[in-house]
């Protein structure tokens, strides 16, 4: 590490053995990680990729300066954003994951016996291919048989695969570059589009503490296509601010998202290796501090 502080093009940067995030979005914050060793540093056809090993939150994955995920804090994201949709269906089958190449929501979901087929549809073969060998732990489930990756844009994959899905997940990185349309209007018609009748869908939803005013577009635009939408959050130390949103829609007209149909019991937490989502995490994550409740009011 003797070139010190290499810009990304967030503004983030490597200072001698300190991993800096710095987004403009958030100006006068950053996130610091102090690095043991760099394993991969190299540029996609859609962006920069970093992994390095952390000195307290293991292996980390960086996509163009900003941190998607850390081994040690990763469970929180990828259990909530996998079990919050899962356990509001009686019987999912087929699920989608769009992004999601480190693999941990795939390996998630693979966590139910009633899943027989579950597509992956990330935009970058390389975060792939990066994420199998530094992020192991993550991307295990990738080789399992009911498992088939799609190389390809998100947005194209759900258009032109209509009413497949019981459950869609939609692991982005935050709305910039390619990842913007997955939060848009139009890809929440699609979505719609792509789900079976009952299906439901739970997408990243952002950090309430400084993207309120994009939360409420993002909800207005999702309540426009769908008639029942949800915003649930949970904690990620790694995330801007410590929090994570989740976004959740469906075409089920009487759904009550804060409403598992299925709640786990104990042995089924262990047997899942559970450490963040259960039933109570679930219903009260659905509850909103005022600042974000007062905001999306009657929406
Ligand atoms: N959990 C992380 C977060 O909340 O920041 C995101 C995980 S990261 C693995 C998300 C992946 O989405 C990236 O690998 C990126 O290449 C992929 N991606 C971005 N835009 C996409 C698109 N339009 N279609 C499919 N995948 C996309």
């Known amino acids: 590490m003797e070139e010190a502080k290499r810009r990304f093009e967030s503004h983030s940067v490597i200072d001698k053995d300190w991993f800096r995030e710095v987004?403009?979005?958030w100006a006068g914050f950053s996130l610091n990680l102090q690095i043991e060793e760099v394993l991969y540093e190299g540029k996609s056809q859609y962006q920069d990729i970093l992994v390095f090993k952390s000195k307290s939150f293991g292996n980390v994955l960086?996509?163009?300066g900003i941190i998607q995920c850390t081994?040690?804090?990763?469970?929180?994201y990828q259990e909530m954003i996998t079990h919050l949709p899962m356990t509001l269906h009686p019987n999912p089958q087929k699920v989608l994951v769009i992004g999601g190449g480190d693999g941990g929501v795939v390996r998630e979901a693979l966590k139910y016996e009633s899943v027989n087929k579950v597509v992956l549809c990330e935009i970058d073969q390389l975060v792939l291919d990066v994420c199998r060998k530094h992020l192991p732990d993550m991307s295990r489930g990738l080789d399992d048989p009911r498992v088939t990756i799609?190389?390809?844009d998100g947005v194209d994959y759900v258009r032109d695969h209509p009413g497949e899905f019981d459950i869609i997940i939609t692991d982005a990185p935050d709305p910039e570059g390619v990842a913007e349309a997955l939060f848009k209007k139009n890809y929440y018609r699609e979505l719609k589009g792509a789900l079976k009748k009952d299906g439901i869908a739970s997408c990243q939803g952002l950090t309430t503490f400084t993207d309120m005013p994009y939360i409420k577009g993002m909800v207005e635009q999702c309540k426009d296509v769908f008639p029942r939408v949800g915003y649930?959050?949970?904690n990620t130390p790694t995330y801007t601010h410590g929090i994570m949103g989740y976004l959740l829609a469906s075409s089920i007209p009487d759904i009550d998202f804060t409403k598992p149909v299925r709640r786990f019991s104990d042995d089924d937490l262990k047997r899942m290796n559970l450490k963040y989502?259960?039933?109570?995490i679930h219903?009260?994550?659905f509850v909103l501090p005022n600042y974000a409740r007062d905001v999306l009011k009657g929406l």
């Open 23 to 25: 987004n403009l979005d």
């Open 283 to 285: 219903a009260a994550s």
């Open 71 to 76: 081994e040690r804090d990763e469970f929180t």
């Open 277 to 280: 989502y259960n039933s109570d």
């Open 232 to 234: 649930a959050t949970g």
């Open 62 to 64: 960086v996509l163009n």
């Open 150 to 152: 799609q190389i390809g």
